[in-house]
Antibody
């Protein structure tokens, strides 16, 4: 069955960088658009970015544009999110998800990113 | 950005009773391909969200038929015909028609 496992989260100082990874299994990864969605502690959900199946097309929320870069390696069934110049407001659980407009389940368990000095 | 407004934000329900959540969008959610990309998610405490309904009214595999979605254009509803204990948590509507895709604020369902 579909399985998504995020990793790479942790505590980082403001202005620092992190690279999140998402390992996918149970489906044909290279056939799907993939997305990152985040949830600040105790808050709602915010779409961060998505990438098309062939990596030619990406989109970002205004809040992360120019600081975050989404990428994928279809040979490794993996999705990535490079996060630079992190801010306190980027503190959240980051989920990877399959698809975009009708983003399908199941999502991964998420990885917590905490930006604090 | 398209604003998704849910009501109520808190929903206390007696077991076995029906429940209804409204979701209104600030723009029409009909996409150029004719589809309406309005989805519903359920997040149990301590868990990641799971999709219940996609494109307004299509139930995901394994979702009980007591859940139903309806609506069109800018006005949508999620209904639970008879609430069970496992239905507690937060329900989110989400639009996938206009980038950036956006979620409602969430409706917290609890058992009275």
């Amino acid at each position: 069955q579909v399985h998504l496992v995020e990793s790479g989260g942790g505590l980082v100082k403001p202005g620092g960088s992190l690279r999140l990874s998402c390992a996918a299994s149970g489906f044909s990864f290279s056939d799907y658009y993939m997305s990152w969605i985040r949830q600040a502690p105790g808050k709602g959900l915010e779409w961060v970015s998505f990438i098309n199946d062939g990596s030619r097309y990406t989109s970002y929320a205004d809040s992360v544009q120019g600081r975050f870069t989404i990428s994928r390696d279809n040979a490794k069934n993996s999705l990535y999110l490079q996060m630079n110049n992190l801010r306190a407001e980027d503190t959240a659980v980051y989920y990877c998800a399959r698809g975009t407009r009708a983003v399908a389940g199941p999502w991964g368990q998420g990885t917590l990113v905490t930006v604090s000095s | 950005d398209v604003v998704m407004t849910q009501s109520p934000l808190s929903l206390p329900v007696t077991l076995g009773q029906p429940a209804s959540i409204s979701c209104r969008s600030s723009q029409s959610l009909v996409y150029s391909d004719g589809n309406t990309y309005l989805n519903w998610f359920h997040q149990r405490p301590g868990q990641s969200p799971g999709r219940l309904i996609y494109q307004v009214s299509n139930r995901d595999s394994g979702v009980p038929d007591r859940f139903s979605g309806s609506g069109s254009d800018t006005d949508f509803t999620l209904k639970i015909s008879r609430v069970e204990a496992e239905d507690v948590g937060v329900y989110y509507c989400m639009q996938g028609t206009h980038w950036p895709y956006t979620f409602g604020q969430g409706t917290k369902l609890e058992i009275k």
